[in-house]
């Protein structure tokens, strides 16, 4: 079988005077899920219009197994898509809504009571999609996604509107999607929504690449050697440490992170010195905090272009550490 990635290449989309996609180029690959992340406006939805063939690009390509979208012979057993789930009319019930799907597109018709089940859709499947609720209107439209059993799928904000049980289903099936070999790219606007679910991140900002990056890699980066102390006897605890080297600020009131010395040494002078501690571990950053690295020095850039005020303001609470010499913005390049 072909390998199915998503190939984009030297992407441009300009809306009038702003580019919103700007020159992307990034692979997906089968066998995992990739996220796709970026602040409101940072041109996921038109990159992920132009590979279903939706908008036409300025320039570059996007391709499905090597082909354009349109070029596809049998498009919807390849590529499923959600990109926009307000597109269902609302007088039409759920069911029918996918039985025309399937017979518009040659489908067997048997694919529409096994996805209303796959999204826990069967027992709304008679209700008219005009009175689902906002999850309800994903989980429909993640159905209309699955219904030709493609092997490539692309999710524009499928956590959008769930509840938690619902982010929780999303979370489980595009890692069985993903587990079973197909190819996963699924967005998102809050990175801590793909902390559980990506294996692989690419990071967009005004419509250029900022990062393309294995989760764990980015997470590692960001981990620094801080570690998290508690202990009741925070006086203590500071002298020895900071006599062994250990830079030590204050969490709270029983609680400091320590940096140049590893969790082992930590607990080994702590003993040593016979002062008790009740938790001890390496500071593990979110992906949150890693999204906030790497955009710092690309938000800090916008800040001065008053065009960009979305995009700065979503990822500009400034915590954390600094963020090294090389910038998320010459990264991209
Ligand atoms: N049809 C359009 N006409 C004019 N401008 C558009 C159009 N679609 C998108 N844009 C602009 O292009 C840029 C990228 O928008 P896009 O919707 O692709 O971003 P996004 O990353 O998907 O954002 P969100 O997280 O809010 O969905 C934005 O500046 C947006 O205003």
Not at 232 to 250: C, D, K, N, Q, Y
């Amino acid at each position: 079988m072909t390998e199915m990635t998503i190939a984009v290449s030297g992407l441009s989309k300009r809306y009038g005077r702003t580019p919103a996609v700007d020159a992307l180029s990034f692979t997906v690959r089968p066998g995992r899920v990739t996220g796709f992340v970026g602040p409101n406006g940072a041109g996921k939805s038109t990159t992920m219009r132009m590979m279903m063939g939706l908008d036409a690009p300025d320039a570059g390509t996007a391709l499905i197994g090597g082909l354009p979208y349109r070029e596809l012979p049998d498009p919807l057993r390849v590529v499923g898509a959600l990109l926009d789930a307000e597109a269902v009319h609302p007088g039409r019930r759920a069911r029918a809504h996918l039985l025309w799907q399937a017979r518009y597109n040659g489908l067997p018709v048997r694919r529409v009571d096994e996805v209303l089940e796959q999204v826990g859709l069967d027992p709304a499947a008679r209700r008219r999609a005009g009175g689902f609720s906002l999850g309800m209107r994903q989980r429909l439209g993640i159905a209309g996604a699955l219904l030709g059993d493609p092997q490539v799928l692309i999710l524009d904000e499928p956590v959008n509107g769930l509840d938690p049980e619902g982010i929780r289903w999303i979370r489980g099936l595009l890692r069985s999607l993903a587990a079973e070999g197909r190819t996963v790219l699924v967005s998102s606007h809050l990175m801590g929504e793909l902390q559980d679910t990506a294996d692989h991140l690419i990071v967009i900002g005004r419509g250029r690449l900022l990062a393309d990056t294995e989760v764990d890699e980015l997470l590692a980066a960001a981990s620094d050697d801080r570690v998290e102390l508690r202990t009741a006897h925070r006086a203590e605890a500071m002298a020895v440490l900071a006599a062994e080297g250990g830079t030590v600020s204050v969490l709270g009131p029983d609680a400091l992170t320590v940096t140049g010395l590893g969790a082992e040494r930590i607990a080994a002078e702590l003993a040593s010195h016979a002062v008790p501690f009740a938790h001890l571990a390496p500071h593990r950053a979110s992906l949150e905090e890693a999204y906030l690295d790497l955009t710092r020095e690309a938000a800090d850039y916008r800040a001065h272009d008053p065009a960009a005020a979305p995009a700065a303001a979503a990822s500009g609470s400034g915590s954390g550490s600094g963020s090294g010499s090389d910038s998320a913005e010459e990264k991209g390049r």
